[in-house]
């Protein structure tokens, strides 16, 4: 168990619709990173946030967004859903964003799109 | 990022030790090679990292050669539970990522 918590764990949906997923990252770490596993894609960086502020961004889809609350959780937002988007969808913590530290990543949310 | 090399398969005897490679020609000298697996669908398990110097610690081992150029992912006694990707990555300076390439399919036989 690596203390990063997300839900939901699995989660059907139609194309069009919108959901949120939820993470919350491990007891005292400050940067949260979302990342998507598709079968044709492997697991991609999407975003990056620390103490509530976006910090880096990778392949991110305009339909997706994400932030970071007070408390410290995160909330992934994908709207406009496609088939594409079905997905293995993970976070991340860390303490603070420095080069070397170690990312723990949460079990994940499984997204299916019909 | 530099770019890691990884053979898609191997298999390992329950019980001996499992000898995972990794090629990063391309390795700056500020740059971490990582080592993650991923057991069936779970998310990403962090194994061990380092720089330049070997490092061990109670999952498994990492052999680092002289120019840093390759990397040994030492699994000490592999069980079935060791069934996984392996990925090796390399971490860019300032760049807080973790790029995922497709891995080494590891299978453990008992």
């Known amino acids: 168990d690596s203390g990063v918590t997300q839900t939901p764990k699995h989660l059907i949906t139609a194309t069009g619709q919108r959901v949120t997923l939820r993470c919350s990252p491990r007891?005292?770490?400050?940067?949260v990173y979302w990342y998507q596993q598709s079968l044709d894609q492997g697991l991609q960086f999407l975003i990056q946030?620390?103490?509530?502020?976006?910090?880096a961004k990778g392949n991110i889809l305009e339909r997706f967004s994400a932030q970071q609350f007070p408390d410290l959780h995160s909330e992934l937002n994908l709207s406009s859903l496609e088939l594409g988007d079905s997905a293995l969808y993970f976070c991340a913590s860390t303490p603070a964003p420095g080069r070397t530290d170690t990312q723990y990543f949460g079990p994940g949310t499984r997204l299916t799109v019909l | 990022d530099a770019k890691t090399t990884q053979p898609p398969s191997m298999d390992c005897a329950e019980g001996r030790a499992a000898n995972l490679p990794c090629n990063h020609s391309?390795?700056?000298?500020?740059?971490?090679v990582y080592w993650y697996r991923q057991i069936h669908s779970q998310g990403p398990q962090y194994i061990i990292h380092g720089l330049k110097n070997n490092e061990t610690n109670e999952m498994a081992s990492l052999i680092i050669t002289e120019d840093r150029k390759s990397s040994t992912l030492i699994l000490p006694h592999a069980t079935l539970r060791d069934t996984a990707v392996y990925y090796c990555?390399?971490?860019?300076?300032?760049?807080?990522?973790?790029?995922f390439g497709a891995g080494t399919t590891v299978t453990v036989r008992a």
């Open positions: 007891s005292g770490d400050l940067s």
């Open positions: 391309t390795i700056s000298g500020n740059e971490y």
């Open positions: 990555i390399v971490r860019v300076q300032n760049d807080y990522k973790l790029s």
């Open positions: 946030y620390y103490n509530g502020e976006e910090r």
